[in-house]
């Protein structure tokens, strides 16, 4: 994958009179194409950030009291062929489209499909995460079957359980990816996408809870009490529940927090920026209380000593197995 790429923009240094005009003309380019309108003639003030992936858009969006559209006309002039998520973070807007209003308040997330007519008004200004992708990234989720309004899905992400976690971990990675964009890989952009089918996938709650679920662990794997009693926790489920659940998957929940673990312990082993990192240190950032039993366990899941792999270019490219089922992470 190549280096995203990224743009900036800003109406600081814009004369007053044309920022409306400058917003838009940069959201045509970038984004989604919009009519913009400021209230009581006040000067727009807008920000954002955004980065270009294979199959995503995403960018950081803060600005003034304003109100935008997309009409027919826009829609036929720059069509978006795709979805559009709209992550809030601050300011309470509404959003309109022919079926009806929804309120979009910090802690919530609306997709539309992007050739939509749609209205949106921020009172208050707001600042938020939008996530353009092809309609195939999220198949059948605004589907006329779907439950959802003409084109148009809503979700709260405050609400207990996986929708929380999941919601949460999507901030991050869009954070993730706006904050350090040279570092935004494949692999951030695919976990993005999980965490979007995970929220809007009503009709797979147990492919969500799983979701949820590896979220949780790529989160905490570091603490060496995790367990599937604090996952089952964090997700709201039961932990026989959860265990049946990673055991249709073809994986325990203790062979789910080893492999994570493996995977950042062999990142770290890798990686020259972290070569001055003693054994001891990666062990901990690992989320193993002894260095004795990393040991242990990173030459069972790859026939090699962490030190071995350390020093030997062939043994980088080794990934974790799943199939070794010997050992227990905790």
């Known amino acids: 994958m190549t280096s995203p790429a990224v743009t ?3 109406t600081r240094g814009v004369p007053p009179e044309r920022r409306t005009a400058a917003w838009e003309s940069h959201n045509d380019a970038e984004l989604v194409s919009l009519a913009a309108r400021t209230r009581s003639g006040a000067p727009l003030h807008a920000e954002e950030l955004t980065v270009t992936l294979p199959r995503l858009r995403v960018a950081r969006v803060a600005a003034t009291s304003h109100d935008v559209s997309r009409s ?3 829609i036929a002039e720059a069509p978006v062929d795709g979805l559009v998520a709209y992550l809030a973070l601050r ?3 509404t959003f309109e489209v022919a079926a009806g209003r929804t309120v979009l308040s910090p802690g919530s997330m609306i997709v539309v499909d992007g050739d939509t007519p749609f209205r949106r008004s921020f009172p208050r200004g707001l600042a938020e995460y939008v996530v353009t992708m092809p309609r195939d990234s999220l198949p ?3 589907a006329p079957d779907a439950g959802c309004r003409r084109g148009v899905a809503s979700v709260d992400l405050r609400s207990p359980g996986r929708a929380a976690v999941a919601g949460a971990h999507l901030a991050r990675l869009a954070s993730a990816v706006t904050g350090r964009p040279a570092l935004a890989d494949a692999d951030l952009q695919s976990r ?3 965490c979007l089918r995970s929220l809007l996938d009503d009709e797979q709650p147990e492919a969500a809870s799983l979701h949820a679920a590896r979220t949780v662990i790529a989160e905490r794997f570091p603490d060496p009490e995790l367990g599937a009693e604090e996952i089952a926790a964090a997700i709201n489920v039961s932990v026989r529940q959860l265990s049946r659940i990673f055991a249709r998957s073809g994986q325990s929940v203790p062979q789910a927090i080893r492999e994570a673990r493996m995977r950042f312990a062999r990142s770290r082993l ?7 990192l003693a054994l001891g240190e990666i062990a901990e950032q ?3 209380r002894s260095l004795a039993h990393f040991s242990r366990t990173y030459r069972a899941q790859f026939g090699c000593s962490p030190s071995d792999h350390r020093l030997s270019p062939h043994i980088r490219h080794l990934t974790p197995s799943r199939s070794d089922t010997r050992r227990s992470t905790r």
């Open 91 to 93: 300011g309470t807007s």
């Open 270 to 276: 890798s990686s020259p920026e972290h070569a001055g």
């Open 140 to 142: 059948a989720v605004l």
């Open 72 to 74: 027919a006309a826009h």
């Open 192 to 194: 993005m996408l999980d």
């Open 286 to 288: 690992s989320g193993f």
């Open 8 to 10: 900036w923009f800003s």
